[in-house]
């Protein structure tokens, strides 16, 4: 005689899932805020200067995760138009030779120019949000950014916020 014995898996019940209430979420989440602000640091600016009439970006606040590098950022318009923010492109610059500024600065141009040829690599930018992508003249919006970290020593990191009709809105940090 042949018997044939099975067992169905049951399927995990509402009540296992639900078994993490929106309390203990919340605590999380707030943990979570807590460390990520006493892990922030302040993005410092060499060579940079204000550009009457243009757009102008500052990084204000670095703090790094895991596997990423999370940056507060301020767009602040001082043209005579609108300008609509869009999420940067972003590489990574590399110059042979050269010994690495110190970690989480923004680099003015003239700063940049005394590396000479850098190389150019793009990265992916994991998130984007910005609180006003509309800006008005004379007005600032702040942005958060995240890019994947290697966890290695700094680099230096390009970002471009697209044009603001005279030319790239380009700054540098590292980070």
Same mark, same amino acid.
Request: glycine letters at 6%; charged letters at 15%; zero cysteines.
């Given at each position: 005689?042949?018997?044939?014995? =099975?067992?169905?898996?049951?399927?995990?019940?509402?009540?296992?899932?639900?078994?993490?209430?929106?309390?203990?979420?919340? %605590?999380?989440?707030?943990?979570?805020?807590?460390?990520?602000?006493?892990? =922030? %640091?302040?993005?410092?600016? #060499?060579?940079?200067?204000?550009?009457?009439?243009? #757009?102008?970006?500052?990084?204000? !606040?670095?703090?790094?995760?895991?596997?990423?590098?999370?940056?507060?950022?301020?767009?602040?318009?001082?043209?005579?138009?609108?300008?609509?923010?869009?999420?940067? &492109?972003? &590489?990574?610059?590399?110059?042979?030779?050269?010994?690495? /500024?110190?970690?989480?600065?923004?680099?003015?141009?003239?700063?940049?120019?005394?590396?000479?040829?850098?190389?150019?690599? /793009?990265?992916?930018?994991?998130?984007?949000?910005?609180?006003?992508? !509309? #800006?008005?003249?004379? %007005?600032?919006? $702040?942005?958060?950014?995240?890019?994947?970290?290697?966890?290695?020593?700094?680099?230096?990191?390009?970002? #471009?916020?697209?044009? !603001?009709?005279?030319?790239?809105?380009? $700054?540098?940090?590292?980070?």
């Amino acid at each position: 005689m042949d018997v044939l014995v =099975t067992s169905a898996q049951q399927p995990a019940t509402h009540a296992a899932v639900e078994s993490v209430s929106k309390e203990d979420v919340a %605590k999380v989440a707030e943990q979570v805020l807590s460390q990520t602000l006493l892990n =922030t %640091k302040p993005v410092n600016a #060499v060579g940079i200067r204000t550009q009457k009439n243009r #757009v102008n970006v500052r990084l204000e !606040d670095v703090a790094r995760g895991k596997d990423a590098i999370y940056v507060r950022y301020q767009v602040t318009n001082l043209s005579t138009v609108p300008y609509r923010i869009i999420a940067p &492109s972003v &590489s990574v610059l590399t110059a042979a030779g050269t010994s690495m /500024p110190d970690a989480n600065l923004q680099l003015g141009a003239g700063y940049l120019e005394a590396f000479g040829k850098m190389g150019i690599a /793009p990265i992916e930018l994991l998130h984007s949000e910005i609180d006003q992508q !509309d #800006v008005a003249p004379g %007005k600032t919006s $702040t942005g958060v950014l995240a890019i994947r970290s290697s966890g290695g020593p700094p680099q230096i990191y390009q970002f #471009v916020f697209g044009s !603001d009709n005279i030319s790239p809105i380009v $700054t540098a940090a590292v980070l």
